[in-house]
């Protein structure tokens, strides 16, 4: 039998014509990357392939290391396979990679959504034999309202936590979701306070996006100065010592998972608010649809369900295990991403 | 935070006010979200809202096997995905409201109507009743949807209990909390009953069934000798059945469960008061299996729970007693307030009357008395409690003597006093999906003991189950190590790599045919995660047996024996 233009290895998702690898999870000689998110870029490659958006975001994140950035579309061939990058809507410098060898066509999304969040550029479906796929939200209990309505929402919150002499605590992931919220708060309420490690990812972003003014809060940072305005934390911020400056504080969220009570509650998070850098499921199916791709792999997520969904829908679908979270890592990070990037 | 939406008669305003107690963990907002709402609402709206609060909710008019497939018919989506997208959320509402399509489009029916048409659904055909949901559900958005289905399948678990809704009640009506505690208790129909005749009304003929809210206690959390001169303190074993009133009045008899359940019929061998016990007595006490003229465990009284129809043969096997506790109502009058001394010598007054009848001798009477014990010192109750097992008892309860009886749980006068728990290391091999809060996380595990094969070889043997007593920190580590170390999925179980060793308690244990292991136990928690421990370290079946041996009762009870009684 031949050999699959890519194939599930130990190490990553890796292409044995090109001697490449895919986001991989250990360390290897050539990786391409499709966003700077931790477990799709890791530590210790040789050199590193990625768009030039994601270049300083995972410079910023690895420090030293040997990356060269490329164009949307841009074609590169290594030993005779050809490579090029596109947009994936996940976050800022997000990619699928599109991968071609003697006439087929395999595309791997990384992660992505379908709704253009007008920081990230938007997520191209492209046609493709073999689509691997995430499916983070990938149950048909994931559906997404349109941003502007979440918005207005947590703008909303805010100006009444402000009303109440409260100041507004709001969890997102330090790279992506923060910038997202921070783009579209509503300055005229009041002041944006940022946790360290979201101040400096939203620095190294800076040159790429138009964002609202910020202060980071230090410990000099004065109680009063805080009080009425909003401050954008990690989620893991969330319980630790550094939040108590903020009191009377109420405490919100913004993640995919906040579909689920239960998800709010266990959190003990005031309010909860449904905000995702994945597709939901119809911005799943609408993807591989676009893409018509016959062979579907569902890599994490519901991978299981949804591939056995895609079977029933006449595809030929499957599921590899990887190691990539999706945004379970934001529904469970650690301390880690506090002390890392402080 | 709680605004209402243009007209307070509608469905929306009551999903709102779920809304926002379902979105705040802080007591104070709940109160007043629902005191407003109480403040607004037309009258049967509110008798419907105490009542959904409070537990009591229409006979459900829906299965849920036609439910769910109707759901994933509307969702468009198969049956199995419907039931996979269910193990993740967690609950039959949530996603039955996820997964139906939104419309814009909404209904202008109020809660009350909502629930008439719910009670008149009941009888109505299949197709009707499909034709019901699929209307309602198209017409509500995703919030009147998940409550419009709650209504439908359940009672709301959103943190308010009865004691949170009587404050809401008091604060919006001004009337006495325990008062409206009172009124609240016991058997009212929400669909004929007005708010007056429920609230506002002074009515006694309707407190003919009536119960007294329990007084509960606190565990005891610090030396038992804070609790100062123990000369003031009177002490029996807490007994380990179910928490009761038994209620005479006007030749009737009324059994009430902690839970505010009317009971009566499931216990037939109490109708043996009627006549005996004179009108106008209420009895706080305990039901307690009483298989061969001893108390029995709790999973005896397992047999008796549940059935609403208890046949010849097992009133034969298991009978019960009520072992009394207090006395609230005597000659017709409330005498709460009273000192708990003066009860109790009420109560003692009355049992040895009911015992020295001479008509009563041959006729068993199934009311036992819970003995106070005689002590002079604190040390002498440490060591009573260190001997409760030996009684079938969960330990001790110490009461000031001179308590009035309280209203719900209050600390100070009443202490709970429990006998540390059984404990055994066992290992963690199979996780299942939690609900609620938990949903999405692996939070409820199987453990196993070790057990010799008919080869002699080492075996790992399910013994018992448990999802509480790590905090969720310990749960979301235990969460993400289940989801890397899977061995086979069925369904929303995994089976996992035996690697993780755990403490679990449990109150009580018994030998059982039902169980895999051989040893049923009661209430079995998670103790700690020992990471100090390897499989190979956890303890046997055999280990299991051996504290049953520990823990079977020594001196076996015949009789209701009072020599212990000081009163």
């Given at each position: 039998m031949e050999k699959p233009l890519l194939a599930f290895t130990n190490k990553g998702i890796y292409c044995s014509a090109a001697k490449v690898y895919l986001d991989p999870w250990k360390p290897v000689d050539n990786a391409i990357i499709t966003h700077g998110h931790a477990d799709h870029s890791r530590w210790g490659n040789n050199r590193y392939i990625t768009h030039h958006r994601n270049v300083p975001i995972i410079t910023h994140r690895l420090g030293e290391i040997e990356v060269s950035g490329r164009e949307w579309g841009e074609t590169f061939t290594i030993n005779g396979v050809q490579f090029s990058l596109h947009p994936a809507g996940h976050i800022i410098g997000s990619s699928q990679v599109r991968v071609e060898y003697k006439g087929e066509v395999w595309v791997f999304t990384g992660d992505y959504k379908t709704e253009n969040d007008g920081i990230s550029t938007p997520f191209e479906p492209l046609k493709c034999h073999t689509f691997i796929t995430e499916c983070t939200f990938g149950l048909p209990a994931f559906k997404w309202v349109p941003q502007d309505e979440v918005f207005s929402a947590i703008n909303e919150w805010w100006a009444q936590n402000r009303s109440e002499g409260k100041t507004s605590v709001l969890f997102g992931y330090s790279l992506g979701k923060a910038q997202r919220l921070l783009k579209y708060l509503d300055t005229d309420i009041g002041k944006i306070y940022t946790h360290g490690a979201i101040e400096n990812m939203t620095e190294v972003l800076r040159p790429l996006v138009d964002f609202p003014e910020t202060s980071r809060i230090t410990p000099e940072t004065k109680k009063e100065a805080l009080l009425g305005n909003i401050v954008l934390a990690p989620p893991s911020a969330h319980g630790s010592s550094w939040i108590r400056k903020m009191v009377p504080y109420e405490t919100a969220s913004a993640s995919g998972w906040m579909t689920f009570r239960g998800a709010r509650r266990r959190r003990a998070i005031d309010k909860g608010f449904v905000l995702s850098d994945h597709c939901d499921w119809q911005g799943l199916i609408e993807s591989i649809t676009a893409t018509s791709a016959e062979k579907i792999i569902c890599t994490h997520g519901y991978s299981d369900i949804f591939s056995r969904y895609l079977r029933e829908q006449g595809y030929d679908a499957r599921t590899e295990e990887t190691q990539y979270e999706g945004e379970l890592a934001e529904l469970n990070s650690t301390k880690e991403e506090i002390t890392s990037t402080n | 935070?709680?605004?209402?939406?243009?007209?307070?008669?509608?469905?929306?305003?009551?999903?709102?006010?779920?809304?926002?107690?379902?979105?705040?963990?802080?007591?104070?907002?709940?109160?007043?979200?629902?005191?407003?709402?109480?403040?607004?609402?037309?009258?049967?709206?509110?008798?419907?809202?105490?009542?959904?609060?409070?537990?009591?909710?229409?006979?459900?008019?829906?299965?849920?096997?036609?439910?769910?497939?109707?759901?994933?018919?509307?969702?468009?989506?198969?049956?199995?995905?419907?039931?996979?997208?269910?193990?993740?959320?967690?609950?039959?509402?949530?996603?039955?409201?996820?997964?139906?399509?939104?419309?814009?489009?909404?209904?202008?029916?109020?809660?009350?109507?909502?629930?008439?048409?719910?009670?008149?659904?009941?009888?109505?055909?299949?197709?009707?009743?499909?034709?019901?949901?699929?209307?309602?559900?198209?017409?509500?958005?995703?919030?009147?949807?998940?409550?419009?289905?709650?209504?439908?399948?359940?009672?709301?678990?959103?943190?308010?209990?009865?004691?949170?809704?009587?404050?809401?009640?008091?604060?919006?009506?001004?009337?006495?909390?325990?008062?409206?505690?009172?009124?609240?208790?016991?058997?009212?129909?929400?669909?004929?009953?007005?708010?007056?005749?429920?609230?506002?009304?002074?009515?006694?003929?309707?407190?003919?069934?009536?119960?007294?809210?329990?007084?509960?206690?606190?565990?005891?959390?610090?030396?038992?000798?804070?609790?100062?001169?123990?000369?003031?303190?009177?002490?029996?074993?807490?007994?380990?059945?179910?928490?009761?009133?038994?209620?005479?009045?006007?030749?009737?008899?009324?059994?009430?469960?902690?839970?505010?359940?009317?009971?009566?019929?499931?216990?037939?061998?109490?109708?043996?008061?009627?006549?005996?016990?004179?009108?106008?007595?209420?009895?706080?006490?305990?039901?307690?299996?009483?298989?061969?003229?001893?108390?029995?465990?709790?999973?005896?009284?397992?047999?008796?729970?549940?059935?609403?129809?208890?046949?010849?043969?097992?009133?034969?096997?298991?009978?019960?007693?009520?072992?009394?506790?207090?006395?609230?109502?005597?000659?017709?009058?409330?005498?709460?307030?009273?000192?708990?001394?003066?009860?109790?010598?009420?109560?003692?007054?009355?049992?040895?009357?009911?015992?020295?009848?001479?008509?009563?001798?041959?006729?068993?009477?199934?009311?036992?008395?819970?003995?106070?014990?005689?002590?002079?010192?604190?040390?002498?109750?440490?060591?009573?409690?260190?001997?409760?097992?030996?009684?079938?008892?969960?330990?001790?309860?110490?009461?000031?003597?001179?308590?009035?009886?309280?209203?719900?749980?209050?600390?100070?006068?009443?202490?709970?006093?429990?006998?540390?728990?059984?404990?055994?290391?066992?290992?963690?091999?199979?996780?299942?999906?939690?609900?609620?809060?938990?949903?999405?996380?692996?939070?409820?595990?199987?453990?196993?003991?070790?057990?010799?094969?008919?080869?002699?070889?080492?075996?790992?043997?399910?013994?018992?189950?448990?999802?509480?007593?790590?905090?969720?920190?310990?749960?979301?580590?235990?969460?993400?190590?289940?989801?890397?170390?899977?061995?086979?999925?069925?369904?929303?179980?995994?089976?996992?790599?035996?690697?993780?060793?755990?403490?679990?308690?449990?109150?009580?244990?018994?030998?059982?045919?039902?169980?895999?292991?051989?040893?049923?136990?009661?209430?079995?928690?998670?103790?700690?995660?020992?990471?100090?421990?390897?499989?190979e370290d956890a303890n046997a079946i055999q280990d299991l047996k051996e504290l049953i041996l520990a823990e079977t009762p020594k001196a076996i009870e015949t009789k209701d024996s009072s020599k212990n009684i000081i009163e």
């Open positions: - | 935070m709680f605004c209402f939406v243009s007209n307070t008669y509608e469905m929306k305003t009551f999903a709102a006010l779920i809304k926002t107690l379902d979105s705040t963990n802080k007591t104070t907002v709940k109160v007043t979200a629902l005191a407003d709402y109480l403040k607004v609402a037309n009258d049967a709206d509110k008798v419907w809202t105490i009542a959904i609060l409070s537990h009591r909710r229409p006979p459900r008019p829906v299965n849920t096997t036609l439910l769910r497939a109707w759901a994933s018919e509307l969702a468009n989506i198969p049956l199995w995905l419907f039931e996979e997208s269910y193990h993740i959320v967690g609950d039959l509402a949530e996603t039955i409201a996820l997964v139906v399509p939104s419309t814009a489009s909404s209904s202008k029916k109020s809660l009350t109507q909502f629930l008439k048409e719910m009670i008149a659904l009941k009888s109505k055909t299949d197709t009707e009743k499909k034709a019901y949901l699929f209307e309602n559900w198209n017409a509500l958005d995703y919030y009147g949807r998940f409550v419009f289905t709650k209504l439908i399948t359940g009672s709301f678990r959103i943190g308010v209990s009865q004691k949170l809704m009587t404050r809401a009640l008091a604060k919006a009506t001004g009337l006495d909390e325990d008062v409206l505690a009172y009124k609240l208790m016991g058997n009212w129909d929400p669909n004929t009953i007005s708010f007056q005749k429920l609230i506002l009304e002074e009515n006694k003929s309707d407190y003919l069934s009536k119960p007294y809210p329990f007084y509960l206690a606190y565990a005891i959390e610090n030396d038992v000798e804070d609790l100062g001169d123990v000369s003031q303190w009177s002490a029996e074993h807490k007994w380990d059945g179910i928490r009761s009133q038994v209620i005479l009045r006007n030749n009737e008899l009324f059994v009430w469960s902690r839970g505010e359940e009317l009971v009566t019929d499931k216990y037939p061998e109490f109708e043996k008061f009627v006549g005996i016990i004179p009108n106008g007595t209420v009895i706080d006490g305990e039901i307690l299996p009483y298989p061969k003229n001893q108390i029995g465990t709790f999973n005896d009284l397992q047999k008796r729970i549940g059935r609403k129809t208890v046949s010849k043969s097992l009133l034969e096997k298991v009978p019960v007693i009520l072992k009394a506790y207090d006395l609230l109502e005597w000659e017709g009058v409330d005498i709460r307030n009273k000192p708990f001394s003066e009860r109790r010598k009420l109560l003692t007054a009355l049992y040895r009357e009911i015992h020295t009848a001479k008509s009563n001798l041959e006729n068993q009477i199934p009311l036992h008395l819970s003995e106070t014990m005689h002590f002079t010192t604190w040390n002498d109750l440490t060591r009573e409690r260190e001997r409760s097992r030996e009684a079938r008892s969960e330990g001790l309860m110490l009461k000031r003597k001179d308590s009035p009886y309280l209203v719900g749980r209050k600390k100070g006068d009443w202490w709970k006093w429990k006998v540390d728990p059984l404990t055994i290391d066992a290992v963690l091999t199979y996780a299942m999906r939690g609900h609620g809060r938990r949903s999405n996380l692996f939070t409820d595990y199987t453990f196993a003991l070790w057990q010799e094969n008919e080869e002699g070889k080492k075996e790992l043997v399910t013994f018992a189950k448990a999802y509480s007593g790590l905090t969720d920190a310990e749960f979301r580590k235990v969460d993400a190590w289940i989801k890397k170390n899977t061995l086979e999925r069925f369904g929303p179980v995994r089976s996992v790599k035996p690697h993780h060793v755990f403490e679990i308690a449990f109150e009580g244990i018994a030998l059982s045919k039902r169980h895999k292991s051989g040893v049923a136990t009661r209430f079995p928690r998670i103790l700690r995660w020992r990471h100090d421990k390897k499989i």
